[in-house]
């Protein structure tokens, strides 16, 4: 039993110096192998909120006044993806000073706003999509001291451009179009709707 125990202390001290003697090698430019593994893909599953500013151009129907002016406003939505495929809602309300004035009229577009459905697909962190969806907003006119307003709903479709910044930030541009849809106008003895285009620039939190 005496020999035996010997062994095997001696077994346990030969397994710590070669143990010892390994950690102390020299790789040299060698590092000792390491399993790479990948970071996860960007995601743009989950909601979102924020903001946006930008410039909006258009015409007036049966009327040659061609507002245009700044606009701004804020966002939020909702992504599902699939793959890279990635689909969502999103609406957004904005201010702004879109107005033109010919004549004795002056039509103007104080705010708008619109909900839309998003497609597009995902190159690791940029997403590129199409969105189309309702909207809505207010057309005023004036002429001679009197002023009259319609909300009018019409539609909205566009394309654009999203990049992830940091995990939750994002920054994208933005084209669309919108077309309220035509009101009768007293004061004009018309029917009077505004189209028109609108470029923004926006960053989101992603939560």
């Not at 689909?87 to 004795?104: H, K, R, S, V, Y």
Request: proline share 3%.
């Amino acid at each position: 039993m005496t020999r035996i125990a010997c062994a095997v202390v001696a077994l346990i001290a030969g397994g710590w110096t070669i143990q010892a003697e390994a950690g102390d090698l020299n790789y040299g430019s060698r590092a000792p192998y390491t399993v790479y593994q990948p970071l996860n893909g960007d995601s743009w599953a989950g909601p979102y909120i924020g903001g946006n500013v930008g410039y909006a151009w258009g015409s007036v129907d049966n009327n040659l006044t061609k507002p245009s002016g700044f606009v701004g406003g804020v966002q939020a939505g909702y992504n599902w993806q699939q793959g890279a495929w990635v689909f969502g809602l999103e609406g957004d309300i904005q201010a702004t000073g879109a107005d033109d004035t010919f004549a004795p009229w002056k039509f103007s577009n104080p705010w708008f706003g619109t909900v839309r459905g998003r497609g597009g697909y995902a190159f690791n962190n940029i997403l590129v999509y199409g969105t189309v969806g309702l909207a809505f907003g207010e057309l005023r006119a004036n002429t001679f001291g009197l002023t009259e307003s319609h909300t009018d709903v019409g539609w909205t479709a566009g394309i654009g451009a999203e990049v992830g910044l940091t995990r939750n930030w994002s920054a994208k541009v933005e084209y669309l179009y919108v077309d309220l849809a035509n009101s009768n106008f007293a004061i004009t003895g018309m029917s009077n709707g505004y189209r028109f285009g609108t470029l923004r620039a926006g960053v989101n939190y992603r939560f």
